[in-house]
T-cell receptor, first 116, second 112 residues
Framework: GAVVSQHPSWVICKSGTSVKIECRSL??????MFWYRQFPKQSLMLMAT?????????EQGVEKDKFLINHASLTLSTLTVTSAHPEDSSFYIC????????????FGPGTRLTVT | GDSVTQMEGPVTLSEEAFLTINCTYT??????LFWYVQYPGEGLQLLLK?????DKGSNKGFEATYRKETTSFHLEKGSVQVSDSAVYFC???????????FGEGTQLTVNP
């Protein structure tokens, strides 16, 4: 149980285009989802927290207009990187928590984004 | 605010060696403590956890004990295997909410 998937697992896009990454909780309803960014050989940096049906809460220094987060249902959250640039290339990881009975975070496998 | 500090890596060991990865934390309340493992190109997997002082988390031969007096949660394994090669993250979660605070991560390489 408690499986979180991400799609795509890797994506290459051209500079200036937008890319959408999906995060799904497959066997539970996720009241809260988190989006992290990880640079090579570094720790996870929390970008934003999203609760179903409400606006995401972004961490300081994260551009909300560039990293659009939508949590439209209890099993799906999306991260859209708008007008991507090479410096946005990174490993993006989502996690989800049921929230009601447990605050455990279950992590997705990550999405490798490369912007050329 | 909350913070987690891990021993600097990378750590390189021979198979069957003893492993210790140090982790200390700073928190205002009574956090839960976690160790996560990340294999190359993958997301994080929960390795073990402890929710209160003196609790011992264990899984797959790994152990860590929640020491409130030293604010530590060191990860240990008596005999490492090549398959244990990965990055290990120590993390804490405050008593209220689900937000995690991660340490810097420690790269472990086990050679045959």
């Amino acid at each position: 149980g408690a499986v979180v998937s991400q799609h795509p697992s890797w994506v290459i896009c051209k500079s200036g285009t937008s890319v959408k990454i999906e995060c799904r909780s497959l066997d539970f309803q996720a009241t809260t989802m988190f989006w992290y960014r990880q640079f090579p050989k570094q720790s996870l940096m929390l970008m934003a927290t999203s609760n179903e049906g409400s606006k995401a809460t972004y961490e300081q220094g994260v551009e909300k207009d560039k990293f659009l987060i939508n949590h439209a249902s209890l099993t799906l959250s999306t991260l859209t990187v708008t007008s991507a640039h090479p410096e946005d290339s990174s490993f993006y990881i989502c996690s989800a928590t049921p929230g009601h009975q447990t605050y455990e975070q279950y992590f997705g496998p990550g999405t490798r984004l490369t912007v050329t | 605010g909350d913070s987690v500090t891990q021993m600097e890596g990378p750590v390189t060991l021979s198979e069957e060696a003893f492993l210790t990865i140090n982790c200390t934390y700073t928190a205002t309340g009574y956090p839960s403590l976690f160790w996560y493992v990340q294999y190359p190109g993958e997301g994080l997997q929960l390795l073990l956890k402890a929710t209160k002082a003196d609790d011992k988390g264990s899984n797959k031969g790994f152990e860590a004990t929640y020491r409130k007096e030293t604010t530590s949660f060191h990860l240990e394994k008596g005999s490492v295997q090549v398959s244990d090669s990965a990055v290990y993250f120590c993390a804490l979660r405050e008593t209220s909410g689900s937000r995690l605070t991660f340490g810097e991560g420690t790269q472990l390489t086990v050679n045959p």
